[in-house]
């Protein structure tokens, strides 16, 4: 058979087809890298500096992130007033690329406010309802970005639905390097949700407060192959919460793994010696084992005692078997990080 050429009735290789999606001659890490330190230098990308903390519960830890200036952020409630799409007129600086090559029907772009370094987001170009189910096109283009990070480096998720943590009604999913993550709680063996639980097929879910769903992804997937676990993983969560077709969930993908939590609400108000201190919301980050606080007291009445957390997160979708008094019971073994979380190619302070 001639060099180049694909065999007939058979599906090009996933590294094939990857190539022609995207543009070879840039891998997608360094331009990503590349895009961020000029879209920072432009004013086009504001990083947000967090205070970070890993937090156990049981047998699995969290990092709990506090983000002083989204407390200033502006929400948009007016109904009658339309929300600007920041997926429209995307700024040349803020767009990573166009995919596939040739025919273009997504925009990668950097989000404007990261809180990780590098935080990309992967749009429809045309406006799509984020409430939409995936298609297996929506699943092939987030698994060749996550396909580009070496060593299963790159973190996909996806909100969907009102109680979800979703902000933005057009459709997309949101990429989160994981190196950047790690940064400053490697030290304290945190790694990503999935890599806590993973050993054993379906994931032991029942060491979370809420319930999750978990499969692996094949080597060399198809597009069909991921749409088939996503509905597999849909229809379960519509199971746990017994609910129809419209339901609101978190998803998350790794080159090797995906995930849905169904969620029931988007967060829960935080009580601490009697007072409440406002809600905490999640979104799919919580997959990944990280979420974040706005207020300082938020902040340090999680740190003073883990054990709310685990309260907070039995409360967002479907509760495991742990009662209140088992979460009441678990030991406070938090680790606390003292020093703010550093942008790329910037030296941390010793904690």
Sequence with gaps: MPEGKIRANTRPSFKQEQAYIMDSAKAL????????EVAKSTDQVIFRQTELAILQLGNVSFQVRYCPTLIAKPEHKDPFVKKPDPFENVHPDLLVQELPQGAPRYNLILNKFPVIPG?????????RPQTDLLDPEDLEMA????????DDKLF???????????SQPHKH?????????????DQYGWKLLGQQLEGT????????PFKAFFKWIPPDPSPSELHDIYKLLLSEAREAISQG???????????????ICPRVSEGSDLWAGGKNLGPIDVNGTILAGTLMVKSLEQWNALREDPRRLGQILVNIGKPMSRTSRQLSEMKDTSKEIDYPTQDVNQESRSP
């Design 29 to 36: 890490p360094s331009l990503v890298a590349l895009k961020y």
């Design 119 to 127: 935080h990309f987001i992967l749009a429809t170009k045309c406006f």
């Design 143 to 150: 698994y060749i970005c996550l396909n580009e990070w070496p």
């Design 156 to 166: 996909a998720f996806y909100n969907s639905g009102e109680f979800s943590g979703a």
């Design 173 to 185: 999913l949101q990429f989160l390097p994981v190196d950047a993550m790690t940064t400053g709680s």
């Design 201 to 208: 097929d379906p994931f032991p879910s029942e060491n979370l």
């Design 245 to 259: 077709p419209a339901i609101s969930y978190n998803l998350a993908m790794t080159t090797t793994t995906m995930a």
